[in-house]
């Protein structure tokens, strides 16, 4: 489905990956999980186009897609969904689904999508007049999911979607992606800072540091959840 | 008496060329907003527009009414233009590099008003009767123009409200990332809010003629830089809307402090306006500096 090869990129003079191979088979959930500065959101924006590759290539659908926009990859049915949510604030719950329904594609099936998204998160149809800064973090890294999902997407990055949420709040955003990959097909690679949600979700896990990919297998594999539980439990 | 009605028929003034002075500010604002650039070659375009009024008046007898969608044309083409060379290698560069390089556009285009049509003092004049409104006679062209803007600035609130373009825009100055993720193509919406914001400048600069006295020339642009950024700021820089607002708060301060000057003995007033004018400015930046209809 998506495949990045030998992707090397950096902000200004600065390298931060140097050389990463990294899958996303189709319809599954893969990971790249790694401490702060590994690169992990660098690998997400590099390959949505945010950020030019300046070596390396990005398969998607079979097609090379390397140096293409943003919009462009949008267009093809690859969405993301930033760090930090990135939300329309001061626009209401409805008005931040529409402009994710702005492509040509998406605007067609807009009613569809909009069905879709409320049966997923009902509490974005009772909120859909209220403005999107003032929902819940909760709330908010729904309506962000929703968002992305407008765009009627092949395939989703998320950057981080469990940060500043409570445990049960993580539960639920990552129930919703396994609900996303079985109900709607649709694939998806996630970055994520906590492991253990990590080695629950995912198909298949990449371990990043210092802009390398240091291991990578089935989560069972190449985390070692007695060594995880040690360093954040101390059990 | 005689007091109060100067008083009211000048700021009855102040409110027609508020409207106009608002509209000429709205481009400044849409662009900082947008591409949170500062225009400091602001007044060139006010400049350009007045001299396309006053060709269009006396070439082809075209009044400045009409002439507003020959200015439309013009400034966007000379917006997209400048946006393509100049300005697109400026998105998230330091500031200091944008405001030269606009400063640097500004004098450029003046020079070359200046090879062209000379440095000197150019007018036109264009009579259509008056109407008196007992307190003071206002010309018609004066009201034509005062219409003219509030058209046009409507005209844009419901292009930004109404319309998919509209709605990409205010999402790109909400959030430039999120609408990148939303399939927008915010190149081009910055290359189209550039196109549009310029547009509006040079229309400012056409109805402006309607109130200068004196006539116009390649250096008239420097006055409206200053007024403007007045404007921009006391309508929360950055939202055409406040600076549409601003324009009004402008022309009431500037047109009623003229009559309140005038009643100091040895104070010759019209020297004073701009002070009044920067006055207030300051007021209101130590009272609330996000500007009057400013947010957070």
């Known amino acids: 489905m998506l495949e990045a090869e030998n992707l090397e990129t950096g902000y200004g003079p600065m390298q931060i990956l140097w050389g990463i191979t990294i899958k996303a088979e189709k319809q599954s959930i893969t990971t790249i999980i790694g401490p702060n500065g590994a690169g992990k959101t660098t690998i997400l924006r590099a390959i949505m186009g945010m950020i030019q590759p300046w070596n390396g290539k990005i398969t998607y659908d079979g097609d090379d897609v390397t140096m293409l926009p943003p919009h462009k990859k949008v267009e093809r049915g690859l969405s993301m969904v930033l760090e930090g949510r990135h939300l329309f604030g001061g626009m209401t719950v409805k008005e931040n689904l529409i402009l994710g329904a702005y492509t040509k594609q998406a605007r067609e099936r807009l009613d569809d999508s909009l069905e879709i998204v409320y049966t997923l998160f009902p509490i974005l149809k009772e909120r859909s007049t209220q403005k999107a800064g003032t929902l819940s973090g909760g709330q908010q890294q729904m309506l962000a999911i929703a968002r992305a999902l407008m765009t009627r997407p092949k395939l989703i990055m998320l950057d981080e979607p469990s940060q500043g949420l409570a445990p049960i709040v993580v539960e639920q955003v990552m129930d919703t992606l396994k609900k996303l990959r079985e109900e709607l097909e649709i694939t998806i690679l996630l970055v994520e800072q906590n492991v253990l949600v990590s080695y629950h979700t995912a198909d298949y896990t990449y371990i990043i540091e210092n802009g390398q990919v240091v291991k990578e297998g089935e989560p069972s594999e190449c985390i070692d959840i007695q060594e995880i539980r040690k360093a954040y439990l101390g059990v | 008496m005689v007091f109060f009605e100067q008083l009211a028929g000048n700021l009855l003034y102040g409110i027609i060329l508020g409207a106009v002075y608002g509209l000429a500010t709205m481009g400044l604002s849409q662009i900082f907003g947008v591409l949170k650039i500062v225009n400091v070659g602001h007044g060139a375009f006010i400049m350009v527009g007045a001299y396309v009024a006053y060709w269009m008046f006396v070439l082809y007898s075209v009044n400045p009414i009409l002439s507003i969608p020959v200015a439309l044309v013009i400034g966007l083409a000379l917006g997209l233009g400048i946006f393509y060379i100049v300005i697109r290698r400026l998105i998230g560069a330091p500031e200091l590099a944008s405001l030269l390089a606009t400063f640097g556009i500004g004098i450029f285009i003046e020079e070359v008003a200046k090879f062209f049509w000379g ?3 150019r007018g036109f004049s264009w009579n259509i009767g008056q109407v008196d409104f007992g307190i003071t006679l206002i010309p018609n062209t004066k009201l034509l123009a005062f219409f003219s803007s509030v058209i046009i600035a409507l005209i844009l609130y419901m292009l930004f409200q109404r319309t998919r373009i509209g709605a990409a825009i205010r999402a790109v100055v909400e959030d430039r990332e999120g609408a990148m993720v939303c399939g927008i193509d915010v190149s081009r919406i910055y290359a189209m809010s550039f196109g549009i914001g310029i547009a509006m400048t040079v229309i400012g600069g056409i109805l402006l003629t309607l109130f200068i006295p004196v006539g116009i020339n390649p250096y008239m642009g420097g006055e409206y830089t200053l007024k403007a950024f007045v404007i921009a700021v006391l309508g929360g820089l950055g939202s055409p809307w406040g600076a549409f607002i601003g324009g009004f708060i402008f022309g009431l301060l500037e047109n009623g402090s003229y ?9 010759e007033p019209f020297s004073l ?9 300051l ?3 130590l009272v609330k500096p996000t500007g009057l209809m400013g947010g957070e």
């Open chain 2, 119 to 121: 440095p000197d003092h």
């Open chain 2, 259 to 267: 009559t309140i000057l005038g009643l100091i003995p040895g104070v």
């Open chain 2, 273 to 281: 306006t701009r002070f009044v004018a920067f006055s207030a400015l």
């Open chain 2, 283 to 285: 007021v209101i930046l």
